[in-house]
């Protein structure tokens, strides 16, 4: 796929919040680039040629977070399972600055991070090659006619399951009653199945949960998480 045929594709979310503090430049300045998955920027992949994962983690399954927010739930999942690689997508420079500092202070070394857009990871990922994906507090858009920039939509849920292998699991977390409609509404259609059984199945969290500070926040709210679990059908 050549430049002339790059999508054009809105970005509706932050990119950049409050100034960064120095620690968290020096973090940028000396870390992220050694973090990158390869290359996923249409600058420096025009044609999209797949991303090497064999290369990037020696062969080790691979997971996914989309929009990791401050790393917290990342670097968990990164230090109880050593022997996979994870990579994160989020665009918000100052979560990824957060994060970096997360590693340093963890030091795990099975994490790549893509600074940027999902769709455009998505576009390098070689088919059926991701075993797992988070999409964990998603940005909402609450309002009825942004909803169709929220992820669980065709735009995104198309290429994620393309992305992913038979049998993958697939977990959203959220606590906006409307974007579990939406999510119950168009996952399946995308080629899932929901995993839940019992009202248990999606109002206890993960048995390897950590609580985000996103999920803090709706929990002083008054909001009820819900955790839903999908498996990526076979095609």
Known sequence: MSTQNRPHRNFYGRIKGKTLKQSQKTYLDEDLGALSPGPVDWDENPDRTPLDLGGLFGGRDVWLEIGFGGGEHLVHQAQANPDIGIIGAEPYINGVAMLLGKIRRAGVDNLAIHPGDARDLMDVL???SISRVFLLYPDPWPKKRHHRRRFVTPEH?????????PGAIFRVATDIPDYVRQTLEEVPKAGFEWLAETPEDWRKPWGDWISTRYEQKALREDRVPHYLTFRRLSD
Do not use: G
């Not at 198309?158 to 292998?165: M, Q």
């Open 126 to 128: 070689p088919p059926a």
């Open 157 to 165: 849920l198309e290429p994620l399951a393309r992305v992913l292998k």
